[in-house]
């Protein structure tokens, strides 16, 4: 789970600063209040001093005994996101590593490719990783030179699920298994299996751990990966709107009208256009970007005196993507043409763009089909599209008539 926290608060419990906290989720709250994201960690004391505390990830702890640690951070682009970290195999001595470092907050990241290193344990691992959205990332490389390449590439819908390993005196193999039943195999051939890692619904991300001239030590870190997103129940603040018409028009349509009789007529001229129109919608807490997108909402549309907003609707894109749509609609220009004359007219269409801020749920769809339900996530709405249309008429000019020729 990915959430954030400033400095927390003031309560000293063994030196350590932190707040006092009844659960992770009301630490998260508390996080979500702060402005500058930092990495943070929750803990469960040892049940002789019984206090849950937030502390700075950087605060020392060396005295804490800890029996139950989460871990994660916030980022306000980021909605909330499960982070799964699993058990501790191996021994806390030598280089203590964690490629969180490499992948960094901003995107979600999972292995493209696994390089081991092994003879009679594991000497060393590497992983390149991949995003859906962003250019692929290569870790460190965490251990010593020894032993031969034990490799698995995966595809770009491939997901590591199922972790299998023996730990001795340090990592002494490891087997990955993917979502298509691939595997790496055994690098180390005959060592047994002493632990298995599988969270149903969840994908690893990343991996830490130590290392010196061997691995000696590994951690896995595991996310669900959102699927889709379903976005309904949406509330428009229309009191809040801002619409800002564009500059600069485009011309549309031009014509000649010609009244070649002797009386005064009206004309009309009816003619279709073509606009495209865009919108998009954002959340402030933010979506992963490129991931399928439907929203079930109406559209606000705006005129000249007033904002409406349309029947229900759905809307299907890629979020952080613009879902765009060429509307035709038509329009009748109306004169009063002189007799004999003929004049110019020539059609101007104004775009302008809108924003409107609303409140909305958010069904989230996982991997393996499982949901979440995030109620009450407030966001923006941007849409351009035809604001004004105005016919524009030059001078009526004398014409020749059949008679006077």
């Not at 700075?56 to 951070?73: H, P, W």
């Not at 009679?120 to 965490?142: E, N």
Request: charged share 20%; with cysteine; proline share 3%.
């Amino acid at each position: 789970m990915r959430n954030n926290i400033n400095a927390l608060g003031a309560t000293i419990i063994k030196g350590y600063s932190g707040i006092k906290m009844s659960s992770a989720e009301e630490c998260m709250e508390e996080c979500n209040k702060v402005s500058i994201c930092k990495i943070w960690n929750y803990y469960t004391i040892a049940a002789s001093v019984n206090i849950n505390q937030c502390f700075l990830k950087s605060a020392a702890k060396n005295d804490v005994e800890e029996s139950g640690v989460i871990t994660g951070y916030c980022d306000r682009s980021q909605i909330i996101k499960d982070l799964l970290r699993g058990p501790v195999h191996g021994y806390a001595i030598e280089n203590a590593f964690d490629d969180i470092e490499t992948i960094g907050y901003n995107d979600i990241y999972f292995p493209k490719r696994i390089n081991m290193r092994a003879g009679s344990a594991i000497d060393a691992i590497q992983i390149d990783y991949q995003s859906v959205t962003k250019p692929d990332l290569s870790g460190p490389h965490h251990g010593g030179s020894g032993g031969g390449l034990c490799q698995l590439v995966l595809g770009l819908n491939e997901r590591i699920v199922k972790v299998q390993g023996r730990i001795k005196d340090g990592v002494e193999s490891l087997i990955f298994t993917t979502n298509e039943g691939r595997n790496n195999k055994n690098c180390v051939s005959n060592a047994k299996v002493t632990f298995v890692e599988e969270y149903p619904g969840y994908v690893l991300s990343y991996i830490s751990g130590r290392y010196g001239r061997f691995l000696q030590q590994i951690r896995f870190n595991w996310i669900r990966e959102e699927k889709a997103y379903r976005v309904s129940s949406v509330v428009y603040d229309l009191s809040k709107a801002i619409i800002t018409e564009h500059s600069k028009p485009g011309t549309v349509f031009n014509t000649t009208l010609t009244n070649y009789s002797p009386v005064v007529q009206k004309q009309f001229y009816t003619f279709t256009y073509s606009v495209t129109e865009s919108r998009s919608f954002t959340f402030s807490t933010g979506l992963t970007i490129g991931v399928e997108t439907t929203v079930e909402a109406g559209i606000p549309l705006f005129a000249a005196t007033e904002m409406t907003v349309s029947a229900s609707a759905s809307l299907r894109f890629k979020y952080g993507s613009e879902s765009t749509e060429e509307k035709s609609q038509k329009y009748t220009i109306e004169v009063t043409l002189p007799s004999n004359t003929t004049m110019d007219a020539s059609l101007f269409v104004l775009e302008g763009t809108a924003e409107v801020p609303y409140v909305a749920q958010i069904t989230v769809t996982y991997t393996d089909d499982t949901e979440k339900i995030v109620k009450d996530q407030e966001g923006k709405y941007r849409g351009v599209q035809a604001s004004n249309i105005n016919a524009v008429f030059g001078p009526a000019k004398p014409i020749k008539t059949p008679s006077t020729m």
